[in-house]
């Protein structure tokens, strides 16, 4: 899977439409495989909870970033990161999608969990460190 | 707009966050789950929100949400998720190949 910008030949000008929509949401039959709404509401959260609160714990670089920017345009910086947030994001799940591909998904559900489970290690290890 | 300071803010972010656990997480999260685009909105989100909460409490921040119950919550968060992994694997979804999750 690549995310290549559209490489529709432009050889007319005719701005006017917009290219045609390729990616049309999925209607809301079930097909057997695909997460349900609520499937998907639930990763989701499990995601969004788990790695907000990771970074809440870990928020001394960016703290420190903002406060040095604090003087000036804070909102930059804020924008600045933001968009970098967004791009690690992104690779991450792009990288984890594409050794979904490569490799047999047994494999990846155990090192996918010893890397939970290193990272849950190291979180405690810095608690106690403290 | 000062795009100096953008470009400085996203470049210093971007290599921090690198390999970082968020994105390890990212990572490890979206190469079993059967849907990308939870996971891909999820980590997003959270970490748009923490660095906006940073923004907006800066030094405040960790009388808000003390680091050690943080630290220790996002653990529990971490074992919970790796012990699902390893231990009760969801069953179909992984049989199917890929192919038969949309991408988004």
Known sequence: ?130 | MDWNLLGLSFVTVFISELGDKSQLAAIALSGRSSSLRAVFLGSTAALILASFLGVLLGDGLSQFFPTRWVKIAAALGFAVMAIRLLFFRENEVDELGDEAIAPE
């Open chain 1, 1 to 130: 899977m690549t995310i290549s910008p559209l490489s529709a030949p432009v050889s007319t000008p005719q701005p006017a439409e917009p290219s045609a929509p390729d990616l049309t949401p999925i209607p809301s039959q079930p097909l057997s495989s695909k997460p349900t709404w609520k499937e998907e509401l639930g990763i989701f959260a499990s995601t969004f909870i788990t790695i907000f609160l990771a970074e809440l714990g870990d928020k001394t670089q960016l703290t420190t970033l903002f406060m040095s920017a604090q003087s000036d345009t804070p909102w930059i910086v804020f924008t600045g990161a933001a968009l970098a947030l967004v791009a690690t994001s992104l690779v991450g799940v792009l990288l984890g999608r594409w050794l979904a591909k490569h490799i047999s998904p047994r494999t990846l559900e155990i090192s996918a969990g010893l890397l939970l489970l290193v990272m849950s290690a190291l979180l405690v290890a810095d608690v106690i460190k403290s």
